[in-house]
């Protein structure tokens, strides 16, 4: 199954596909982790995205969309019914919907189920804004929500936490706008193709997850 995340900054995209992979039968594939890791790995590719990433802008179609299907065609075991790959990230423009629908024919395969995380201006900015990430093993925290045991200090691994620099509050703000001017138009594109469904992503981690796998079910 081929499910999107869809979601504005901080709505909690990643947090669900965390708890998705540890429960269910799941694979993510998430364009802003991977361009985090080819910023720090300074791969051609991490050099391209880096100025727009630092800005909270997108990093152009072209570039995105040819990643996306390099990752999803090294996938195994997508054509089994089972395995949900969940689109975290992607798509963010009209462009990006539009190219994942024509691959997707072309692979046999197609988009099962968007699900779209409704969450207000100020929670937005609270997520974002007090995220604290490992840039080690990529865990997540919050300072306030969820925060790590010894402050600062990533449970799993050690390591000192990081701000994203693109969590700060003046990027978040142009974040927010971008998806307002780009993204947000993909509600209406899966509402008219019948497969959004609408979860309240200001609820807990545990009650979203829970309204994840009735929203699958319906799907099914
Ligand atoms: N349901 C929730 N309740 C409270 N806090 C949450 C919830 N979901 C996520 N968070 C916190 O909000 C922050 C943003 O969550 P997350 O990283 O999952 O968002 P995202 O949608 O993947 O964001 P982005 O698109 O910017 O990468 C994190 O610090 C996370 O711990
Ligand atoms: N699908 C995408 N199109 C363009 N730019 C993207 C896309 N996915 C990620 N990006 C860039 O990465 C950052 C961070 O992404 P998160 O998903 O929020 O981690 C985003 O602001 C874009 O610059």
Redesign the pocket.
């Known amino acids: 199954m081929n499910i999107i995340?869809l979601?504005?900054?901080?709505?909690?995209?990643?947090?669900?596909?965390?708890k998705i992979i540890e429960n269910l039968n799941a694979v993510q594939i998430?364009t802003?982790d991977i361009f985090r890791y080819n910023i720090k790995n300074e791969t051609p590719l991490g050099l391209k995205a880096k100025g727009y990433m630092d800005k909270g802008d997108l990093v152009p179609d072209e570039v995105t969309i040819d990643l996306l299907w390099d990752y999803f065609d090294k996938l195994e075991n997508k054509e089994e019914g089972e395995l949900i790959v969940l689109f975290?990230?992607f798509p963010r423009t009209l462009n990006q919907a539009k190219s994942l629908d024509d691959g997707m024919d072309q692979r046999n395969q197609k988009i099962d189920g968007v699900i779209y995380?409704d969450v207000d201006y100020d929670t937005l900015i609270k997520?974002?804004t007090?995220?604290?990430v490992c840039p080690n093993c990529g865990a997540?925290?919050?300072v306030e929500?969820?925060p790590p045991k010894v402050e600062g200090i990533c449970d799993n691994c050690g390591t000192e936490l990081i701000q994203?620099k693109?969590?700060k509050l003046e990027t978040v703000k142009n974040?927010i706008d971008v998806y307002n001017e780009q993204t947000s138009v993909l509600i209406d594109y899966y509402t008219q193709k019948g497969i959004l469904k609408s979860i309240d992503?200001?609820?807990?981690?545990d009650?979203?997850f829970d309204e994840f796998n009735n929203k699958l079910g319906e799907l099914n």
């Open positions: 995340l979601g504005p900054p901080g709505a909690g995209k990643g947090t669900l596909s965390k998430s802003g975290d990230g995380f997520r974002t007090g995220r604290r997540t925290y919050h929500n969820h994203r693109d969590d974040r992503g200001t609820k807990s981690v009650e979203i």
